[in-house]
């Protein structure tokens, strides 16, 4: 059985929030298990999600659910140790489906603390989930807007 990542002390960030609307799109929604809710970002440049674990762990996987049809062309996922400079593990390409989609991760060198997941759509609505099963990084479900980034 898997458990979550996502704890008390994880802290998240995001890009932006749809008219600065927190209390309808905020961050929070990501996390929250309701299918009626969900994070939506605003327009911008390409979009992203940061989130800090209280203690460095490892990632294998990334599976990804659009809904509503949009993807981004590329998404990328990123790690640092503490306050450092993100590196990048992976690139993934999601298909334009409303599938479970699972990107398999490079090894990083060291064990990070916080994760940055970038993508390649100037607009997101999403719903995340993040599990850990020996090393998995699990379930993240994304539903996106239409406008994409070249």
Partial sequence: MAASLICSETVSRVSSVLNRDVKQFGKKYMFDSNEETCWNSDQGDSQWVVLEFPHPV???????????????????????????????????????NNCLQISFVASSSFPPCSFLV????????????????????????MEKSCIILG
Wanted: hydrophobic share 30%; proline share 2%.
């Fill in 58 to 96: 490892r990632v294998s996987q990334v599976k990804l659910q659009f809904q509503g049809g949009f993807s981004g062309n590329t998404c990328r996922l990123e790690g640092c140790l503490n306050e450092g400079e993100f590196e990048k593990f992976s690139s993934f390409y999601p298909e334009d």
């Fill in 118 to 141: 970038q993508f390649s759509h100037n607009r997101l609505i999403s719903k995340v989930k993040l599990f850990c099963e020996k090393n998995i990084l699990d379930a993240m479900k």
